[in-house]
């Protein structure tokens, strides 16, 4: 293990959306812009080939700018080129499909999914409810 990089460990996707989605409630949405646009997250994410959080946190970053009226940071239009081979689903739909073998759980998460998310292949229907 080199230990000479101050590169975290990658968490679970799960708990990498819980995290935005909390320092989101934690700061407001214009602060989050600034702080995520400021840390250079999405590129850093980017260039370590976790796309799915780069991609992730872009949406996020796409989504609250639109919500709020505010300009889509044009240092990210290379990113929004991009798209995920596989969909992902939050495993809350993926177990209540699994449980109930019921496809309708899919397509309704599908349906409402946040656009800025879906156009990267990720299925998220709400970011502000967390707990």
Known sequence: MNNSTNVPPRPAFE?????VCHKLKALGDINFLI?????KDIIDYYNRSWYPECLYLLAMVDYISRENDVPL??????????????TIYPSSVLSATAASNNNEIIERALKNA???FLQFN??????????
């Open 73 to 86: 940071c044009e240092e990210y239009n290379q990113y929004r080129k991009l798209k995920l081979n596989d």
């Open 122 to 131: 990720i299925v998220e229907g709400d970011v502000r409810n967390v707990v």
């Open 15 to 19: 708990l990498f959306k819980s995290n």
């Open 114 to 116: 946040i656009p800025e």
């Open 35 to 39: 702080d995520t646009i400021e840390s």
